[in-house]
C-alpha cells in the first residue's frame, strides 16, 4: 500500500496548481478549470457532486469511473458517480464496512491500491475489484464540513494505472472540488433559508388578514381573535395559516 499524506490547502492553491500546470494534460486542465467555473446558480449541490466525478473521470488520467463518497453520522453513502461499476465497488465497502474510500474519508487521507489483484486488505475486497474489472484504485480524503467527511474514488481498469503525478494532481482536484462542494452547500443552505423565511412572511399576512376579519365580524381585539384561530386550528386538526387561508378566501369569493 502507498498512503500520501494530503497537502495544506495553501499547498492545494499554489504549488500544486504549478505542479499540476507543468506535467499534467490540456484535458486535465481543461477539467480542473471546468470545476472552479461551477455556476452555482444554475444547478444544486448533488449537480455539483455529478459534475465533479465527471470531471474527475475526465481529468484524471488512468480513470475508468470515479465515485464521491460521503460520510454524515458515520452513515457513508454515494453522493455521486461516473459509472456503475464505481457504485457496486463503493456499496460492497459500505456493506462490510471497510475498504480504501472509508479509510481515506475517515484519515482524511489518500489511499492508493496500486494492484488490486494481489492486495489482501480489507477482507477480500480487493480482490473483488479486480474481479469487476478495476485493477487499481485511487481514494483521496475529501474534507467537507465539519459534520460531513469523504472521498473521490477513482478506478482504473489496469494495474499501477495511477503514478506518482496522477496522484498528486487528484489531491489538487480534491482541493478544488472541496471548496466547489462547500460553496454550494452554503448556497443552497442560504436559498433555503430564503424560502423559508419567504413562507413564513406569506403565513404571517395571511393570518393577520384573518384576524382582521374575525376583529370585524365580532368586534374583538387581536388576542381574541388570533385564539379564535388556534381553537379551529386544533379542533380540526389543519394548521393555522391553512385555517386562516381559507377564511381569508371565503371572504375574497364573496356571497
Request: aromatic letters at 6%.
Amino acid at each position: 500500500m502507498t498512503t500520501h499524506e494530503p497537502p495544506p490547502a495553501a499547498v492545494f492553491r499554489c504549488r500544486g496548481f504549478y505542479t499540476f500546470m507543468a506535467h499534467e494534460s490540456i484535458e486535465a486542465l481543461s477539467a480542473l478549470t471546468e470545476l472552479g467555473q461551477i455556476k452555482l446558480g444554475e444547478t444544486d449541490l448533488n449537480g455539483v457532486l455529478s459534475r465533479i466525478a465527471e470531471l474527475a473521470r475526465r481529468g484524471l488520467p488512468g480513470a475508468a469511473e470515479v465515485s464521491v463518497t460521503l460520510v454524515r453520522d458515520r452513515r457513508p453513502y454515494t453522493a455521486a458517480y461516473a459509472g456503475e461499476t464505481a457504485l457496486l465497488l463503493d456499496e460492497w465497502q459500505y456493506e462490510q464496512d471497510a475498504g480504501p474510500c472509508l479509510e481515506a474519508a475517515a484519515r482524511q487521507a489518500t489511499v492508493s491500491v496500486p494492484d488490486a489483484a494481489t492486495d489482501g486488505r480489507w477482507s477480500g475486497w480487493a480482490a473483488r475489484a479486480a474481479a469487476a474489472g478495476m485493477g487499481s484504485v485511487l481514494s483521496v480524503g475529501l474534507p467537507v464540513l465539519d459534520d460531513v467527511t469523504g472521498a473521490l474514488n477513482v478506478y482504473g481498469r489496469a494495474p499501477e494505472a495511477f503514478d506518482e503525478a496522477t496522484v498528486a494532481l487528484a489531491q489538487t482536484f480534491v482541493g478544488y472540488a472541496a471548496v466547489a462542494m462547500v460553496n454550494a452547500h452554503r448556497y443552497d443552505a442560504t436559498a433555503t433559508l430564503a424560502q423559508h423565511m419567504q413562507a413564513a412572511m406569506a403565513s404571517r399576512a395571511v393570518i393577520e388578514q384573518a384576524k382582521g376579519i374575525i376583529m370585524g365580524r365580532r368586534r374583538c381585539g387581536p388576542d381574541e381573535a388570533f385564539a379564535v384561530l388556534a381553537k379551529v386550528s386544533q379542533s380540526s386538526n389543519r394548521k393555522l395559516r391553512d385555517v386562516a387561508a381559507e377564511l381569508v378566501a371565503d371572504v375574497q369569493r364573496g356571497p
